[in-house]
């Protein structure tokens, strides 16, 4: 079996390999050999498995040079963030909208009927009442560029998988927790910045609101969810291909409560969360739903996230203390 994983030099991309890896195998076939397309790598493969293809996902020639004919299972992952594509309009269709076509046709023209994991956003929502329950079945009115690419190529999914061009399946993710690292241009970097920062002993500066919920999910859960829908047969996915995945409501006041818990009991000297109120960042996120329903995705497989105790614990265990 050929893997294609598009960002697969970013957190996520490289998680997933890691752990296709790991099994050996994906759809019950052998993993002969995965292919990561992106922009740059931090690092170079030590499984003989494993090519990597720097490149522009925006550029269809070096789309077609890492998708070939041969690929069997697509996972396509690369993506600009909400805040870059809000700043970036032009880049943001370049990359977020163009890529994922140039993605689409190399699937298309690949031998076979290859099956097309695409990464969403709970971003496609917009433009209601965002405090109520989001599902699958919630009409989608994005308010950011960012959202509005995603709910896009969410479409295009749908309709290539309806003319036979290839099996195609979205996997509609609420904010990922806890990434490591520095914060990014997400409008969603806080999200994981109120856990890591804290517990590194090191402030983090909070955008948004105190009470402001959010819908969030933990890392392994979302590398557990690609794989699962990669592997769920066509006939349980019905004509919308896409599911979005169950989260739990997370405040920054509950996130203060949990670390609060974690440092007290493993001794850890945590850091401050200062109130730095930015009304861009509110601006979006107010746009963002507060909760989702998850239960359609539950129904053909999907995992639902640990307690979110549980989340910043496995955090700990794979990257800090």
Known sequence: MK????GGGGFLGSQLCQKILERGSLCGQPVDEIVLLDAF???????????????????????LRAIDRDADVIFHLASMVSGECEERFDDAMRVNLE???????????A?????????SSVACYGGLDMSQLMSDFTKQLPQTTYGVTKAMCEMMINDHSRKGHFDGRTVRLPTVIVRPGKPNAAASSWASGMFREPLNGEPCLLPIRRDQPHPMTGYRTVIDSFIAMAEVPEEKLGK???????????TPEIAARVIEEI????????????????????GIVDN???????????????????????IVEQYLEDFGQ
């Open 99 to 109: 890529g994922g076509r140039n993605v689409f046709e190399a699937a298309r023209a």
């Open 240 to 250: 919308d291909r896409a599911f979005v995945l169950p989260a739990h409501r997370v």
């Open 263 to 282: 440092a007290a009991e493993r001794g850890l000297k945590l850091g401050p969360i200062v109130d730095a109120f930015d009304a861009r960042i509110q």
């Open 111 to 119: 031998e076979g009927r290859p099956r097309v994991v695409f990464a």
């Open 288 to 310: 963002w739903p507060q909760q989702v329903d998850g239960q359609r995705a539950i129904e053909i497989g999907l995992p639902s996230p640990p307690e979110l105790r549980v």
């Open 3 to 6: 893997i294609i994983i598009t």
């Open 41 to 63: 790598f931090r690092t170079t493969p030590s499984d003989a498995r494993v090519k990597q293809v720097t490149g522009d996902i925006g550029d269809r020639t070096t789309v």
